[in-house]
């Protein structure tokens, strides 16, 4: 019914199942938005508290709302994420683009051991 969407199964890291993504070829154009993501092996690290208690407490309430109190520990989080683990982000991105084509690939079953070593590295270089 609907032959300009299409659907994509994206990795299931750390669950039982694949979230499903759905992309229309609506043809707006947006500017591009980074969308923000919290690691959780970042709570394994002392500075992560730190930095999201300085950045929550660094306006008053009375001076900002929530949603401005959000984008300054967002934006405190990401800044100290590239300078404490620069390259394991990195590899994680590279990790799940390539377990997101394994999974959508047609040959599933043929990529099983690499799904499963993609997912122990990502485990691991989530613990760092």
């Known amino acids: 019914m609907f032959p300009e969407v299409e659907a994509f199964a994206l990795p299931a890291i750390g669950f039982d199942h694949s979230p499903l993504?759905?992309?229309?070829?609506?043809?707006?154009?947006?500017?591009?938005?980074?969308?923000?993501?919290?690691?959780?092996?970042?709570?394994?690290?002392?500075?992560?508290?730190?930095?999201?208690?300085?950045?929550?407490?660094?306006?008053?309430?009375?001076?900002?709302?929530?949603?401005?109190?959000?984008?300054?520990?967002?934006?405190?989080?990401k800044e100290w994420s590239k300078r404490k683990f620069p390259n394991s982000n990195i590899r994680i991105i590279a990790l799940k683009n390539e377990l997101r084509s394994l999974t959508n690939s047609p040959s599933l079953h043929q990529g099983s051991n690499r799904i499963k070593l993609i997912k122990e590295e990502i485990e691991t270089l989530w613990r760092r």
């Open 21 to 77: 993504l759905l992309v229309s070829s609506a043809k707006t154009v947006r500017k591009r938005r980074t969308n923000f993501h919290f690691e959780a092996f970042w709570i394994e690290d002392g500075e992560c508290r730190d930095i999201v208690k300085h950045a929550w407490q660094s306006q008053t309430c009375y001076e900002v709302g929530l949603r401005d109190k959000l984008h300054a520990t967002c934006q405190a989080l």
